[in-house]
């Protein structure tokens, strides 16, 4: 794939970016009609949308195409499994510079396809404009499947908290990355391509769940999310937060305390939830805390408050 | 409201911004969680998504930021409608500079509401980042009610063309303001804000239509999309296609042929489809013109090519 994408126009950049699409059986009707078709068996649909920006959400010399794809679907379809949902479908409303390579985007594309397979979704549609920054926008679908929708206004004192997937790798990753290093790789990449535990969210669901997240902005801000909408306090013990050893080198290295990129880093978009205590639990999921009814909308940290660095804020000057 | 989205934060706005909603029946889960929950009564969703950015697809001199949320709201409404489904609910990807008054980010909500109220939808969710360039991405979902979708790839040879809408006075409106006039008013209003005719497009599918099209880049340019789909060739017949009095008023003030406006104009959201020869159509549906099977893929004014400047390109130098 040669040029740029205003050689190519936009019929010609759209025509190369959807021939790298594979459907599913959710999807009815694909690219090309004035809108898609999805299937959405429920009665239901679970819908969310996210924006990424370059210079901002992400940088093209330390992330590929194809890496800013994955992470741009992961992010939305996260948020559709932390509903109880499966993902269906996205959709992509893409911005691209006329002398931006058309290889950049259709590898975009090959990211977002790949990124909804892990997922068992498929991109169903969208749109592309010029503009000067490239941006990001998806809107992940997805289908309950005949569960109640786990929101974050459940959690109920006496409940555990529980978390499966990764917690602050992306952030030691861009630690690394911010100060020249390319390892250790397993962050780097982490921070690159997150790997959401997407088939967790419906499992908890099953399982009971009464409050639910992805950790998308730091574990400490979104169960302060989860306090709030719950009208609970939510206590975490940091005993039973797994610190890797190789993050607590990397902390050393770089002089920041790793269990600050555990409790407040972003993106990894792990999945955390409250349970009933007596919920068995599978392996993969660590109880990490306990919901009290004192205190409410705060969240503390072996019972008091956490007062380092708050999570990521998209209008902060990071 | 006073200050800019800097000064409110993150939070802050999207709390002044979700103030300024009201819910339909069909939102099951309104913004706030890590996603909406939309009724989809169909068992499948219809759904697409559009980006508008601001210097290319809106001027803030030119329109209100509530008249630019009406226009971004309607232009994936009508999307669905020309699918022959109801819309049901917006999502809202916005990007918007630290600096902006926080008040006008309020005021395209206000307009996205209106426009959503207008086709019996709502403003379901949403994403706001910050950034350079205030960027618009919106997704619509709707839902069929057991009809299957109307596609471009419908049309048969002998069926008619029929719109419904209007066609020209977007473009009309554009070479007014483009020239530094605000009037004639009714031309000016129709580039800030589209009326798209909603209901005609469940209203076609029920009458028979073989194919369906919202007329966003042009009449000709989006009838060339029904041509390729379908294998056939469009002629309309001028002398069927209306050009307001006030419309050639204003071509012979500025030197363009008013016909051109009609027949290439985008943005009004006049919808237009195929039927049968013998379908009865309702008074506010005009028919312009015959499906043929020779010359496929082409679309012909009185069966000569239609050479003059075609539709909107959003890659092109507009």
Redesign the interface.
């Known amino acids: 794939m040669k040029g740029t994408?205003?050689q190519l126009?936009?019929f010609g950049?759209i025509r190369e970016m959807t021939s790298r699409l594979t459907a599913t059986e959710a999807v009815?009707?694909g690219p090309?009609?004035?809108?898609?078709?999805?299937?959405?068996?429920?009665?239901?649909?679970?819908?969310?949308?996210?924006?990424?920006?370059e210079g901002?959400?992400f940088r093209r010399d330390w992330s590929t195409a194809y890496d800013v794809g994955r992470k741009a679907a992961a992010q939305n379809l996260a948020?559709?499994a932390?509903?109880g949902?499966v993902p269906t479908?996205l959709?992509?409303?893409?911005?691209v510079p006329?002398d931006l390579p058309a290889a950049w985007a259709c590898e975009l594309m090959d990211g977002l396809r790949d990124e909804c397979q892990v997922a068992g979704a498929a991109v169903?549609?969208?749109?592309?404009?010029?503009?000067?920054?490239i941006?990001v926008?998806v809107?992940?679908?997805?289908d309950?499947r005949d569960r109640a929708?786990v929101?974050?206004?459940g959690a109920r004192p006496g409940d555990v908290v529980a978390v499966t997937g990764w917690l602050g790798w992306s952030a030691a990753g861009h630690a690394v990355l911010s100060r020249g290093f390319r390892s250790p790789r397993a962050f780097v990449e982490a921070h690159r391509r997150p790997e959401p535990p997407y088939h967790a969210g419906p499992a908890a669901a099953d399982l009971g769940a009464t409050s639910?997240?992805?950790v998308s902005d730091g574990l400490v801000a979104d169960l302060g999310h989860v306090a709030a909408?719950s009208g609970v306090r939510i206590d975490l013990h940091s005993a039973d937060i797994d610190v890797p050893s190789q993050m607590t080198e990397i902390g050393q290295a770089v002089g920041v305390d790793p269990l600050q990129w555990v409790l407040t880093g972003g993106e990894d978009h792990a999945i955390v939830a409250t349970f009933p205590a007596d919920t068995k639990l599978p392996a993969r999921w660590r109880v990490i805390g306990h919901v009290h009814a004192a205190a409410a909308g705060q969240v503390t940290v072996d019972g008091a408050p956490w007062d380092k660095a708050g999570g990521w804020?998209?209008?902060g000057d990071q």
Chains 1, 2 share one sequence.
């Open positions: 994408v205003g126009g936009e950049l009815r009707l090309g009609d004035d809108a898609a078709v999805v299937a959405a068996p429920d009665g239901r649909v679970v819908a969310t949308t996210d924006v990424l920006i901002r959400h948020d559709v932390a509903m949902a479908v959709l992509l409303g893409l911005v006329a169903a549609g969208g749109d592309v404009v010029r503009g000067d920054t941006t926008a809107t992940a679908l997805g309950l929708p929101t974050r206004a639910m997240i992805d909408a804020d998209h209008f």
